[in-house]
Every structure is written in structure tokens, then in C-alpha cells.
């Protein structure tokens, strides 16, 4: 029975399929867990090894260790008809023919090791052992004995290296499980004796040699992988000692799998990757076989990802990323391969199978590395365990990053083959295992030449020779040092007034942008320079397959003297001022500085190197580019220096943007069948692209058009409030997007209308004003040309009944369709034809532009945008966030000569969602140029660029905040043909009063209409309060009258859009969840810092907002937790969704009576605005005591809201505030003024 177990134990750990049921021994199960899967996050490590476990859980079968019957049968059975299977055999086969006549093994250290014997030791005993237990050939069993004898009768196997004794103790302890039955007894003896006098009683000592027993780099798993190997051959020999080694194992072993953690990157480099998972991956095979669980240690992190940093590490020339000791090849070896197939049949990691079969075919022809791979054995039977049914291979990402103590990004072009762009660069610290000072430095590899190399590792024998152990000596003064193959010097990073980076500092990846139209990775370099700079982050960016750029972005320090950017080449170079020439096996690469700073080039020759001992590689140079402190304007500077294929950049094309203002498709024919024609707009379509769902994020000009020139959210920085009560500043590393066209050459500007809540740097235009135009750059140069045109603007509705009377309008007012809120009256319908003539005079504009592009020649070498800033502007639609506020008209003119910028065919329609956020990476895409990482939009047009990806391309989001004097907090999501709409203060009308609004006659007689009663259902909803939720479809609903949000029928419609905008508002985070004057306050100097800084209150705040969508019983409790909260803002919303509840929230009057003397007045009047709506009338006294004491304009104008609301709604309450003793700074308001006015000179 106990055979039995095990088999089944060993069945399912080799991947051999048993069925039916679960026949996976319970003893298997308890420790397997997730960790055995490779999918657990935290596998556990149990640890519970006794004598007695082990006795109860080791099979007492051999072959135990790796090798099992069940897997030997199944070898036999693959040998018939398994090509893979049968030439990795004839491979093992011929390592083992040849050791026949091979010398024997002596006692022969090369310095103070070993480990050359160990590891020759290895190769020979599995090689041998295999291929005698398929064949019976007593030739391989007779030298087998010979080699036993040999390495057991050595006086030692060298414990004051223990590496030493770890691999020697791999290859005995696998000889003898594999073939211990045949073996004479005098060499089994010897054999065990050497496993327990050699091995384990060195090992399992605390003192001497044994400083790895805790170590976390290879050694660990080298040394605990060979003992565990040695302690399960000999257990029942050695019961005590084989179990205090093997608990020890499982107990540390875990310190070494530290280092793989968290993304698979192994800190040492590729090679000793190689070293330590061959031990790792070898004893957690025996641990299985032997048994039956691997301790979870197949799951710990890092350790499945790991098999993919091994097969994204090598460029396209098949060498690796050389850092630290590591060494060039291995990639796709047999080594390789091998490995790679003991993670894909415990992780189910990919692998190209096909490629592994065409390596074994070719080594059987031609053996080069099988006599070399030590494990080839081991390999053979990992591969020989594995389904080679074949698959799609392994396809590397364009980009790959790496978190741990060696961060490392790659950059690659997947599809290129081997003359492919392949940039790999790393982050970490010098005093690590092995380490370099390397942080920051790349290699780089363009049209199958490696330019900028690493000069990798060096013999440590030779070295130590010379240096002896100051060669392991990490500290900041140690001669390691002043090695070229250590020192910064020795490798393409920066260099700062010619000093050693600090050893003991750490540089860390600090962003990622690894899905937008330019890949970019930044690390932060700050700690390598101590006080010589304040700041130093370098940024690698993807610009194309062909062009790499190096960005160093510096803040610099009163040490700082001089810079020095260097490239370690193999390459011949030509420098000439701001560029140098790379050439190579008749390749040239044209390396060239874009910074606008004085810099010299200079040439250093290391070969031969600077010292003796050096490592010595020909043609090896370092190239350096000086920049001295002094030649830099501020206090930073930046440093950006491009490598690329081609001599120089592509010619660059122009864009014009014609903005019209406030006008929504619904007026166009070219978009809605109740529009008008406009000529001029339908030619450009016919000549490029007509976007039918193109968006405004805002419904208002200034929050539009900072959303537009930011490429970001405006509630995410500050920028959401219409108009700003003063300018934020931009989020930090970002500049309005003009700003970054101008850096690759463009000529800008702006004519005129800016209207930004943001601070506006200096280089964002050339020219912004009444005569900004492109034909003021210089000669050739590419321009981005800005105009905004008032046409259509809100204010040409602002006219009196005196126009109506002496203006005929072009469009018959009979003609007008009159949207389904409106009331169909004559004055309605003159302003629909009075709006629909303003919009022939923007076509007309139109049509003009482009004539002046065409006298200019530049008409087919310029994209022409013409777009409105956002929806409008009838009554109901400006400064909303219905289709008619959102919804924007959308052309783009492709010019013929850079018709191969883009993929979508000339007159087409692009159904795509494109939104504000989206414009501004679009022009840096078309125009090769940088797109900063920290924005929220994406490239809608350019290379690569596709249509028709529904799940990327099928969503818009929507913000509306205050609109001057009146405020609101509604955010919306569309998805495909649904529109979500989230009032987070439903008890708000939409009708609320404005000044600017109702300064339009349609929009008074609407209101007068509603008070009258005159109005249908669907015509007066704007002057009633909302639902908190609204759901639309716009395919049979496109004027949004029938709310779905209650609607059984579409309730996972409306959970599904509810979660995507919750959260989007998250996510961003969105800073509204705060008040305007509480933002004035604490976060305007920074307000995504301020995001970042409370994003968990935010998120906090938003989930009591969203009380009010469920039923008040199932709110009720989160409201009253909210009340009593010690947080005034989690107060403040409480109070808020008591007002959307109104009369069913009486229950909490008692503790909103307790708040009105609150000593955060906005609670106060918040607490007075619920009472209010249940028909308190102690709401007046309390509204009007919050205005009198209250120093801060915008708190006063919150508190205005509520008093207008309260005043205007039905219970219609009377404040008497002419006569109010107001604060000085809050009576001058103009937005102030506005509410006062408006209250003096309305009766309720």
C-alpha cells in the first residue's frame, strides 16, 4: 500500500494523467496547497520534517530522486515515437560514450577551488548512471564504480568553498539513487560514507565555511539543493542527520527564493540565474519524487515569472544583458531549453518547443554544448516529462519591466527579427552579490549590432591573484573598484564630477508607461550621487523602432560641477558637435544630443584597459559627452540624447485646430439629420475622417479647453471648476502639450482664446494672441496652429426681443426641429434658426482657413482639426452633461503627403470614442514627439493606430462641477450606446439659476413656462429635482428623456456602468469629494499630490455619496455612521445624501440640528439644507449666520447655492440678506455679487 501512495504521489507530480477521481494521496495534498500550482501568492512554507515525517512520506522505492519508474517507463515508451525525446537520449548517450575514454578525475584546485572537478563530477556520474539503467551496458557501469570511487576516495570535497561540496554531493547523491541497486556493495559503501563524512556532517556544522546557511544569493540554494540531495539518498543510513539537514533546507531555502521576488528578476544576472535555479528547480523535483510535496516552494513569487525574465533578457542577437558577473550566452541553449521545460510542466510557462526540438536535432549532428552541460541529464528528464504536443511559442512583449532589487525594463520591437530595436537597462545597487556600479546603464541593440555593451564579468581566479578577497570587498573604499568591469566608468550610465557612484545606493524604477504610443521606463538615480546632486532620474523612451532616446532629468546642487554622459561601444566613432557616428559590420548608428546646452564630445580608448589586470576587449572605447554645470540656465536642467538608424528625423507635418464654440453635433447635417449643411466641414470629411463619437470631458469652456491643452481629467488636477477661482498648477512632469511639440522643432501658436484654469508656462506658445499665425515661423518650419472662433459662442443667444424684430434668419424657423425638452413656441424656433445661421458663419470660417493652407502650398502637408470646445447651446445643454453639452463634432483632413501617418481610409467614419483627454497625444503621435507618461489620454490617430477595437475604444467619461456662481457635482460614463449619469446632489434642478444662462430669452420663457405650468412631463423635468442615477439609451432614446435607472430590465446595464464611473472616480482620485474653498485651502499648490496624498479619504467620502443610490433602509446605517463620524467632510456628505433622501431621512433631523453648530461652517449649512428640504424653517437663521461669519469668498458662494435652492424651491423660503454684515473679500466677489443681485431683484 505505502508503494502504492508513492506511485500515485509520483504520477501526479510528473504530469502523467490518472483517472478517474482525485487519487492524489492526502499526505501530497496537505502541504501542496496553491504553492505546488506555481499560482499561489503566498505559498506558506511549511516546514514539517522530523525523522518521523519522513519516514511516514519517503518513498522507499529508488529511483527517488528526480528520476522515478513511472517517469523511466514513460522515457522508454517516448523513445519509440517521440523525435525530441529521442534525440535528447542520443545526446546523453554520447556524453556518456565519451567519458568512457575520458582521464579520471583528480584532486586538482584551480586557486581555491574545486569547483571545476565538482561540476566535470556531475556531468559524468548522471550521464553515466542514466544511460546504464535504459541500456544494461556493463561498460557505463564499470566506469560509473570507477568515477564513484575516484571523487568518494578525494580527502575532501573542498568545505572552505562550499559550492564545492554542494555539486560534488549533486552528482554522487543522483548516481547512487539512480543506480545504487547495481553498484557493488564496497562502492556503495564508499559512496554513503563520502555523502555523510564529506557532505552532510560539513554542512550541517554552524561554524567553518558555513556563512551561506542564511545567505540570499545563489549559494543558499546551491549548497541546502546539493545537502537535500545527499540527505534523502542516505536517510535510512542516516536517519538524524539527514532529517536536521533536510528541515534545516526547507527551512532557508526560502531566503534564496527571496531574491526572485517580485517579478522574477534574479539580481546576480542571467548566468547565475542559471546556477542557482538549476539546484532550486532540481531538489523541489526530488522533494516531489521523494516526498511528495515541494513545500510550497514551486509558487513563491517571482520564482514562475522568472522563466520569462530568462527569455525576454537576450536581445535579438541571442546574447543577454550581461550585468554584474554574468556572462553573454546561454539563451535558447540546451541549459536553456531545459530549464524551460521543468517551468513549463510545473507553471505551464511558455517555451518554443519547436525551437528546442531543431536545437536537439542539431546537437545530435554536431554536439557543441551537450558536452559541456553539466545537467544534461537532468534536462533530458524534465523535457522527457513534458507533453511536446507543441503550441504558439513564446512571443516577448514589446515591453517588459522587473521590480526587486535589480529593476530592469526592456524595450524591443517583437516582429523586427534579429536586426529588431532591443534596449535593456537596470536600476539597482553596486554593493549587491556580484554587483557593479552599472545603475543606469543599457545596452542597446539596432540592425543586428549590439552598441552600447556591458563589459560584463571576469575570470575571479585571475583576480583574486592580484586582489585576492578585496576583490568581495563591497565597500565604498575597496580596490573592487577600481576594476573597469566594477566601476561606473566601465559602463553607459552617469557620471558626476568624475566620482564613484555609492556603493551602498540603491536606484529604483520609478515609472512605468508601458502601454502608450511611446514606451517609456524611468529609474531614479538620486541616491547614487550623495550630495553632488539633488536629483537625477533617467527616463528611456521607445520613440520608435528605430530611435531610442536617453532622457537624464536633473536638479542640481551647490556640489555639482560637471556631468558626463557615457557610452561603453565596441563600435567605431566619429564624433562631430551635437552628434556622433556609430559604425559597425558596415552598420552606423547616428547618436546626437537634443539638448540645447554646450557640450563637448570626447573619445576614451579601453583596449588596452586602464589597468593590467583589467579585462581586456577589443575595440572596447567609452564615448563621454561633458556638460558643465555652469552652461545650465536654472537650478535643473534636463540631458536627452537620441540614438537612432536614421541620419536625421522625418520630415515633420503641420496641424491646424479650428475650434468653434459651444456647438454639439445635433446642428450639422454631417452628424445629425436635423442639422444643417456646412459645405466647407462635409469637403474636409470627404478628403479625411468624420468622428461620430468624439466628446468634450466638460460642458463648459474654461474646464473644456484645460482638459484639452492638458491631456488630462480635470477633476483628477484641480482644474474642474468653470471659471477657475484661481489657476492650479500643472501636474508635475507634465506640460501642456503645445510645450512638448515645441521641443522637437514646431513653431506654435494660438489665435487667441486660451481660457485655462492651469498656470501656463512660458514655452507652451511662440505667439498667443489676435495675430498668431503660422506664416510668422521661420522657413520650413513645421507649425501647430491654435484658433477659436465665437461664432456660435453661448452669448450670441444674448439678444433682445429688438434683433428678433429686425433680423431675417437664413434658416426658416418653420424648419427648426425642436428638441423634445423644449417647448415648441416662436421664440424657441427663432433661436434654433438665429443658432443654425451662426453655424453657417463657422463653416464659412472653415472654408477659409483652408484657402489660405492651399495659397500656401501647405494644405497636403497639414492635418486640419476643426472641432467644437463642447456641446451647446440651447437651453439644457451647455454646462450639462447630456449628449447635447458632450457630444462635440469631430473632422480631421488627412493631407496626402502624410496619408502614411494614419491607418483609417480618406472619407471614411470613424465610430471610435474619443474624448479631450485624446487630442493632444494624438498631435505628439503624428508628430514623432514625446507624450508625457503622467496624462490621461491616448493617441486616437498614427502608426500603428487601429480602429474598431470596441472593449479599448467604447467608452467616454463626463465631469461638470460649478458653472460660475452655481454649483454641482454630476459625473457621467458612456459606454457604447448606454449613458450613465451620476448626480451626486440629486435635490439640485438642473434649472438651479445662473446668471449667465438665463440671460438667453429662450431659457427665462422656459422657466416662466414651467412656473406657469405649461410644460409636458419631459419639458419641465429640468426644473425638478434629478434622480440620483440616470441611465440612457441613446440608440432609441438620443434626446435623453426616458431614465432607465429603475428599470428591471436594464439593472445589470446600470451595475455595470455604476462600478466603470465609481471606479474612474477612484481611480483618478477625483478631488471634488472636497469642497472648492476646502481645495482653495490645501490642495491648489499641488493638487495631484494632494490626490495621491488622500486618496484612501477620497475613496471613503465617494462610498458615502453613493449611499444615496440604494434604498434609504439600506443606507441607513452608513448614513448615521457617517454623522457621528470625527471627519467634517465625511459629515458634510452625510448631510448630502440626507438631502437626496429629503423627507425619508427625517429620522437624522435630531443629529442635524446637533451639526448646524458645527464648527466647519460648510457642515452648518449643509446640516440647514437638509433641514430645510424637511420643512424646517431654523434652515434661514442658520444659512444666513454660516454667510456672516464666513471670511472665504467660495465657501460664501457654497453657501449662496443652498440659499438660492432653498429659496427658489417649493417651500419658497425668505432671506433677508440686503442689510447682512458680509466680510469685505466675500461682498467684492463678482460671482457673490451675481447671487445677491439675483436675490434683491427676484421675488420667490
Known sequence: MRKFLCLLALIFLQGIPVSPGNTTPARLRSFQQEGTSGQGEDPGFENPVSVQWLRENICSTTPRLILTPLLESRIRQKLH????????????????ESILEAEPLTYTKTGRRLLGVSREAIRRLTALALVYRMEKDPRYLERLERELETVCAFPDWNPSHFLDVAEMATGVSLALDWCGEWVSPEVDHLVRTALVEKALKPGITPAGHNSWVNAHHNWNLVCHGGLALAALAVFEEEPELASSMLHRAVDKIPLGLEPYAPDGIYPEGPSYWFYATDYLTSVISAFRSALGTDFGFTGAPGLKESALFSQVLAGPSGLYFNYFDAGLTGYRSLSHFGLLSWFALHTGTEMDLDAYGELLKAETERPDEAFHARF???YFLHGAALDHAGGEGFVPPEVWTGQGAEPICIMRDPEGGKDAFFLAAKGGRAADNHGNMDAGSFIFELNGVRWSV??????????????????WNQAQDSRRWSLLTKHNFGHSTLNVNGELHLADARATMVRENKNGSIPRVTFDLTPLFGESLMQARRSFSKLSDHTLQVRDSLVFSPETRWITWQLITSAGVEPEKGQATLMQDGKQLFLSVKSPVDHRFNLVSLSPPPLPHDKDIPGLKRLEIHFDRNDFPGDSGEIVVELSADPGPEEQPNFVWIVSEDNSTHYMELFDAHGIQTPHIEEMARNGIRFTRAFSNAPVCSVARSTLISSCYGPRTGAQFHRKSRPVPMPEGVDMFPAYLRKVGYYTTNNHKEDYNYIKSEGVWDESSTSAHWSNRKPGQPFFHMESHPESHESRLHFDRQ??????????????????????????????AYYRDKILSVDTIVGRVLRQLEEDGLLESTFVFYFSDHGGVLPGSKGYLYETGLHVPLVVRIPEKFRHLVTQDPESECSDFVSFVDFGPTLLKLAGAEIPEDIDGKPFLGKGITSGLPEEKNTSFGYADRFDEKYDLVRSVRNGKFKYIRNYQPFYPDGLHNYYRYRCLAFQQWRNMFHAGQLSEVQRRFFESRDAEELYDLESDPYETRNLARDPGYIEILLELRDTLTAWVKGMPDLSFYPESELYRKAFPGPVQFGEDHRREIAALV???NLNVLSFDEAREGIASALESPDPWKNYWGL?????????AVPFTGKAKELTTHPNLLVRARAAEFLGITGDGQAVDVITGCLQLTGD??????????????????????????????HPEVRQQEWVQRRLEYIALRDP
Open 81 to 96: 515515437d517521440d523525435p525530441m525525446t529521442q534525440n535528447g537520449y542520443r545526446l546523453v548517450e554520447a556524453v556518456a
Open 376 to 378: 544534461l541529464s537532468l
Open 1136 to 1144: 448630502i445624501v440626507c438631502c437626496s433622501f429629503g423627507p425619508e
Open 454 to 471: 556591458d563589459p560584463g564579468n571576469q575570470g575571479y581566479h585571475e583576480l583574486e591573484q592580484v586582489m585576492g578577497n578585496e576583490l
Open 1193 to 1222: 469668498p467660495m465657501e460664501a458662494l457654497l453657501i449662496l447655492n443652498t440659499l438660492v435652492f432653498l429659496r427658489d424651491g417649493p417651500r419658497q423660503y425668505r432671506f433677508e440678506i440686503i442689510e447682512l454684515d458680509l
Open 1103 to 1105: 462610498d458615502i455619496a
Open 803 to 832: 434683433l428678433m424684430e429686425q433680423y431675417s434668419p437664413v434658416t426658416d424657423p418653420d424648419s427648426v426641429f425642436i428638441f423634445p425638452i423644449h417647448p415648441d413656441t416662436d421664440l424657441f424656433r427663432f433661436t434654433g
